[in-house]
């Protein structure tokens, strides 16, 4: 049982900007993905979920190859994404916003709406609210909530605190947490590095859509040093990226 990523190059506008990269992923675990702004992260990510052209490599789910295949069966195949920037439909009701995840074709819709309300009070109560009139957070929620309606084994989270308070942040890293616990394997991109590296067992950094470095999480997070040269190459510094306490 795991999501395997093998020698997996995605292109954009016809050229490679991922290139190589491999990891698997077991059920609870977490798996981090950093690299500094343009690195790669999120078109690895809409390589995996069938959005971006994959050039090289495979995509395993429990075995079977969902390698370019569309986003909706990979999908169905038990691999959902939250992409980057907490991406809701404005115009519609977070009812109606997490009613569209369900439209397709997976079952259990009224059972995975009731569980994603339970996960997230906050949204319970404001399930008539238009979804562009939420804070952020809230909107994060939604877009949480909306992979969450396929009932994923794997999730693949795309920068979730990027824009947030340090105290949403929080609220919603114990949601990934909760997941885990439940047994979904999570692949989490994250600026953060610090709280992705403690909830992960395996971290992967790129640079310029290679892979740089491929090991322990705790590792990283004991040498600071040996981030800051997967990041940027050696003799170079990151800014602090540690979030306010
Ligand atoms: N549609 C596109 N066409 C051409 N280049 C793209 C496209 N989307 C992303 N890129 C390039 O791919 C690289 C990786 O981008 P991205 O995966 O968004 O980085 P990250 O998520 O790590 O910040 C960047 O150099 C970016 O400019
Ligand atoms: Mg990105």
């Known amino acids: ?74 999908r169905s195949s038990g691999v959902a994404a939250v992409p980057e920037g907490h991406k809701v439909l404005t115009q519609l009701s977070v009812d109606e916003n997490l009613r569209a995840a369900g439209s397709l074709r997976w ?11 339970e996960r997230f009070p906050e949204l319970a109560e404001r399930k008539g609210q238009l979804a562009g009139t939420l804070s952020g957070g809230q909107q994060q929620m939604v877009a949480l909530g909306h992979a969450l309606m396929s009932a994923p084994n794997y ?33 989490l991109i994250e600026q953060f590095t610090d709280l992705a590296l403690n909830l992960a067992g395996h971290a992967i950094v790129l640079r310029s859509g290679r892979c740089q470095y491929s090991g ?12 800051d040269e997967a990041y940027f190459g050696a003799g170079h510094h990151r ?6 306490a």
Do not use: C, H
């Open 1 to 74: 049982m795991s999501l395997e990523i093998k020698g997996l190059s995605v292109q954009a506008s016809g050229k490679d900007v991922v290139t190589n990269v491999s990891f698997s992923l077991d059920p609870g675990k977490v798996t981090a993905i950093l690299g500094s702004n343009g690195a790669g992260k999120s078109e690895l990510v809409l390589g995996i979920a069938g959005v971006m052209p994959i050039s090289a490599g495979t995509v395993l789910i429990e075995g079977s190859d969902i390698t370019g295949k569309s986003p909706d069966i990979v």
């Open 107 to 117: 079952a259990d819709l009224e059972e995975n709406l009731r569980k994603t309300y």
């Open 155 to 187: 999730l693949i989270i795309d920068e979730m605190s990027l824009g947030l308070a340090p105290l949403i942040v929080k609220r919603l890293f114990r949601v990934v947490e909760e997941l885990q616990a439940q047994g979904v394997g999570i692949v």
């Open 216 to 227: 322990s999480a705790k590792t990283l997070l004991a040498n600071p040093d040996l981030l």
């Open 239 to 244: 800014a602090g990226t540690a979030i306010g």
